[in-house]
């Protein structure tokens, strides 16, 4: 149980937001991720998601990635 000091907060509501993220058809990386940070002045890359530092950034996902990837493609619609 959460302690908590005199007249602190003793209850707390959950906010959840859902982001759908698109990425170019066989280019599942986490380089083009929103969640994908550079460190370092651009030598080490971090997810801001799980905090796990991405060697293959341009190659692939992360072992931890959390976004579920579906692999449903969606046509770009011309005008």
Do not use: W
């Amino acid at each position: 149980m959460a302690q908590t000091k005199p007249g602190g907060c003793t209850k707390y509501i959950t906010a959840r937001y859902e982001l759908e993220i698109s990425f170019p058809e066989g280019m599942v990386i986490c380089d083009l991720c929103p969640f994908c940070h550079t460190e370092n002045s651009g030598t080490r890359f971090r997810c801001t998601l799980t905090s796990e530092i991405l060697p293959f950034h341009n190659k692939t996902t992360g072992i931890r990635c959390p976004l579920g990837i579906d692999q449903t493609t969606t046509e770009i619609e011309e005008d």
